[in-house]
């Protein structure tokens, strides 16, 4: 049975969320959009773009309903993405009634593990709230929303259980600039994504200390090569009757490339401001955004040391952000680690 998404709703205004309202609503789609700011409602519906993030984007006014009521946003729509930061999605979906939540779909287009619970998306809902992962679709990239912005050519890749609903969903984002791939590859894609932000703090921690290309390489193999081990790892021990994901996709390699060496990245950006001195809260209130791989180097560290894989490499990073360790003399213990 072919799937449809139906009404669809997103929650969350940043620069990820306006890049997936103009993809949709540039295919047709209209969409109710949960806006925290009630200044940046009014402000989407008099002069129709976000004014804090991708401002040069427009919106046709008859395809958003921006709306600071979740409830509503819930009521009216099928189909639900997710697309908070990954440090607030738990307080933004506990802040209405349960049951709101029983029988819709969900996208997830966080990149990052819950930090109160160090759960994905995904398995919150289905401990927490009877999610059937029937229901659920994960949206990884590689995609930057400033190039979503300027219509530059971008990948997303979508994963899910239901390969129906997932086709449905990557046909409602494909379009000229937007190539859309789907897959059966739930944890291991959201993963995969969680550990690509940890490991470009440290890139970007790396550029600022004047580390070159040469060994950005070599760290960005490393990375790889540690995140493959913790999948395989991770499949084994947790998800063992799964189909077994090819790690060798652009939700895995190309997204962690990107991620890595871009200066749209903010992780990236984040690791570069702590390479120069800045402290981990000053980095923070500087950026005025989050840097989705400073929670999940925590949460990371406390699902590896419950599933006994080892990630030293982010273990590294994770010193560095959560306990205060010298960039220099992390990167000078990684230099001896790298091969």
């Known amino acids: 049975m072919q799937h449809t998404l139906g009404k669809i709703g997103i929650i969350g205004n940043g620069s990820w969320g306006t890049a997936l309202a103009k993809m949709l609503t540039d295919n047709g789609q209209q969409i109710y959009w949960w806006v925290r700011n009630k200044d940046s409602i009014k402000y989407l519906l008099t002069r129709h773009h976000n004014p804090h993030y991708l401002s040069s984007v427009t919106f046709l006014p008859e395809t958003i309903i921006p709306t ?38 969900i996208i997830s287009a966080i990149k990052g593990i819950l930090p109160d619970t160090n759960l994905l998306l995904n398995d919150y809902l289905e401990q927490y709230m009877q999610l059937d992962l029937e229901n659920y679709v994960a949206l990884t990239g590689p995609c930057h929303a400033e190039e979503v912005a300027d219509e530059r050519l971008s990948y997303l890749t979508f994963s899910g259980l239901n390969d129906s609903l997932t086709c449905s969903a990557s046909k409602a984002f494909n379009n000229t600039y937007i190539n859309t791939t789907f897959n059966h590859d739930l944890w291991g894609a959201q993963f995969a994504a969680v ?102 180097a925590r949460g990371m560290q406390a699902i590896s040391k419950k599933l006994e894989i080892e990630i030293p490499i982010a273990d590294m990073i994770y010193k560095m952000l959560w306990e205060n360790m010298n960039p220099s003399e992390i990167f000078l213990r990684l230099e001896k680690m790298l091969s």
């Not at 509503?72 to 009634?97: R, W």
């Not at 200390?209 to 021990?237: P, Q």
């Not at 652009?250 to 120069?276: E, I, Q």
């Open 68 to 105: 600071h009521d979740l409830e509503a946003v819930l009521k009216a729509c099928d189909t639900i993405i997710v697309c908070v930061p990954s440090a607030y999605a738990q307080s933004v979906i506990e802040s209405v009634d349960k049951s709101l939540w029983q029988g819709k779909k």
């Open 195 to 296: 550990l690509k932000n940890i490991y470009a703090i440290g890139a970007g921690t790396a550029r600022a200390l004047d580390y070159g290309d040469n060994f950005l390489s070599v760290y960005i193999t490393n990375c790889y090569r540690e995140m493959y081990h913790y999948l395989d790892a991770h499949f084994i021990k947790v998800h063992p009757s799964n189909d077994h994901p090819d790690f060798h996709t652009s939700a895995y390699l190309g997204d962690l490339l990107v991620t890595c060496y871009s200066l749209h990245s903010r992780n990236r950006t984040f690791g570069a401001m702590l390479g120069k001195g800045y402290s981990v809260k000053a980095a923070m209130l500087e950026m005025n955004m989050v840097a989705e791989g400073y929670y999940a």
